[in-house]
């Protein structure tokens, strides 16, 4: 019974026993699941790891070879090469893009070059762009002629005119009346020696160009034809220095100052073949097809041509690129004339395989820029046109030059009344 009443008495204090054992064993298991790396210890588990992963890819690389270094760099070195190659083709397919969309939006962008777009304005008082902007002046181009321009150009223009050997007599005459109507600017472009003297000696501005074997063999012997050829060769420099220049042939007589009686408002200002107001300004001329019945009668536009011996053209792109344009057909075509040429690139629009010349161009007045028909087929038989004086006279319908040249100074200057009477309407021969 004592025993008993021991083992009841000792029962509170077992069972308390129990329950710590069951908790410990409880906060055992729920650390072992959120710490499985220790309580305290577990950060720095993780850093010996890190440490010994370090370690490892230190050792890992300091085993590496030197040819895997190598290798290695050389890859770099290709893979920078490649991508230089990459960047330098869409560089220059970029290019090719432009150049391909130039032709595109070409009036738009010729806005945003000029200036602002504008909203048109009422009924007839619109009016495009006709004169186009001068380009930047590039003394580079030719320092020595630079300097020239500068003492003979007059607000950056001036007649400029070659000669060779074969036209002295009349160079003469065309200067000696220059000078009597009182122009300051003009120059005369030397293709040979005899007429750099000839030049200096009259106290005329001559310029003798740097030599030049494409140039030279013509200019010493060539042709009057093949001389003015050479002109749109040798004009584009004076653009490109950023001067208008009023190009002549020898064959004028100076009457006036023409830059009194220029307009400036085309990349190109020419005096007309034309005899009349039709042929020298144009007209509908109806082409007559009879086997077309209804539809016989055709219209087309018709025009004499510019006079590529005399015409003042302004320092412009288009400008610029006409003489191009001129220089390299006649290179190409040696058969063919400076003056069709000439006309065929300012007239011709774009077509099919052709991108036409966008250059504004104005016809000179016929009378007061006189070409030698005009002269002695209508005004010298004309009471009212005797008494007109033109800024020049182009004797380019005759070819004796010389003879009535002299007789328009006797007429003109000298007042002699009778001077062209004894010259036929055309040539003898």
Known sequence: MAVLRREKGQSPQGSRIAVSILIGILLGCVFAVFYPHGFFSSNLTVSHRRIANSNLQTGSSSCESPDRI???????VSISEKNAELKK?????????????QGQDHAQKQVLLL???QKAGPFGTVKGLR?????????SVNPRLAKLLEEVAVRMELIVALANSNVKTMLEVWFTNIKKAGVRNYLVVALDDQI??????NDVPVYKRDPDSNVDSVARTGGN??????KFRILREFLQLGYSVLLSDVDIIYLQNPFDHL???SDVESMSDGHDNMTAYGFNDVFNDPAMGWARYAHTMRIWVYNSGFFYIRPTLPSIELLD??????????NSWDQAVFNEELFFPSHPGYDGLHAAKRTMDMFLFMNSKVLFKTVRKDPALKTLKPVIVHVNYHPDKLRRMQAVVEFYVNGKQDALDPFPDGSEW
Do not use: W, Y
């Not at 750099?196 to 000696?201: A, E, I, Y």
């Open 325 to 334: 344009r001129v220089a390299g057909r006649l290179s190409r075509e040696p």
């Open 70 to 76: 190598k290798m290695v760099k050389a890859d770099i």
């Open 115 to 117: 200036g602002k777009q």
């Open 263 to 265: 307009f400036r408002d």
């Open 225 to 230: 034809h093949a001389v003015s050829g050479l």
């Open 131 to 139: 004169t186009n902007p001068t380009v930047v002046p590039d003394e």
């Open 89 to 101: 083709q869409v560089r220059e397919l970029n290019e090719k893009l432009q150049l391909a969309e």
């Open 196 to 201: 750099v003297d000839f030049c200096k000696s």
